[in-house]
């Protein structure tokens, strides 16, 4: 079982729709829940983190952890084709070990 | 702020040869780098963590005589493929620690060798 499951898609909405990413994991120790954004050909780009449980909200996106049951989730409300990219969840229980979802591939047609 | 370069963004060399990859945290001061390496449509690999001053830390299964990692500054990382071979063509992306949870990743390298 891998420690970080994250479903690799590709997963295609219409322009508005609602979002939403998910991982699981196995690792209870893990405190550091985040959310990168890439693009093709492009490093990762923090957009949300996350401190243990509980729901972050940053204008169209809202991330929340469930440690109890393993699982976070990143939703993206009123969907734009800019919003097409690669979504990776990672964790850590500390800066120096940080394990990455596979990535979910997101296309959001005009 | 929090911006991380990589130089170069993509390099061709020829099999046998050695190439260096520089990764700079260009508005603030990185005490810890991280370099990943990432195939088509998979997700990052942690190849090694590199602490300013001090030897690399390598993930199991990284060759570190064959991936040489230089942390020489609190901005400056370089990675070295040395005796690169086809099968060492990937993304390589370089992060670096600002806080406790934050890394932020450089634009990355393709490397391609023939």
């Known amino acids: 079982q891998k420690e970080v499951e994250q479903d690799p898609g590709p997963l295609s909405v219409p322009e508005g729709a609602i979002v939403s990413l998910n991982c699981t994991y196995s690792?209870?120790?893990?405190?550091?829940f985040m959310w990168y954004r890439q693009y093709s050909r492009k490093g990762p780009e923090l957009l949300m983190y996350?401190?243990?449980?509980g729901n972050k909200e940053d204008g169209r996106f809202t991330a929340q952890v469930d440690k109890s049951s393993k699982y976070i989730s990143l939703f993206i409300r009123d969907s734009q084709p800019s919003d097409s990219a690669t979504y990776l969840c990672?964790?850590?229980?500390?800066?120096?070990?940080?394990?990455f979802g596979a990535g979910t591939r997101l296309t959001v047609k005009p | 702020g929090a911006v991380v370069s990589q130089h170069p963004s993509w390099v061709i060399c020829k099999s046998g040869t050695s190439v260096k990859i520089e990764c700079r945290s260009l508005?603030?001061?990185?005490?810890?780098m991280f370099w990943y390496r990432q195939f088509p449509k998979q997700s990052l690999m942690l190849m090694a963590t590199?602490?300013?001053?001090?030897?690399?830390?390598?993930e199991q299964g990284v060759e570190k005589d064959k991936f040489l990692i230089n942390h020489a500054s609190l901005t400056l990382s370089t990675l070295t493929v040395t005796s690169a071979h086809p099968e060492d063509s990937s993304f390589y992306i370089c992060?670096?620690?600002?806080?406790?949870?934050?890394?932020?990743f450089g634009p990355g390298t393709r490397l391609t060798v023939t």
């Open positions: 990672a964790m850590s229980y500390n800066n120096n070990d940080m394990r």
């Open positions: 690792n209870s120790a893990f405190q550091y």
């Open positions: 590199s602490n300013e001053g001090s030897k690399a830390t390598y």
């Open positions: 992060s670096a620690g600002r806080r406790e949870y934050e890394q932020y």
């Open positions: 508005d603030f001061q990185a005490t810890t």
């Open positions: 996350t401190y243990s449980s």
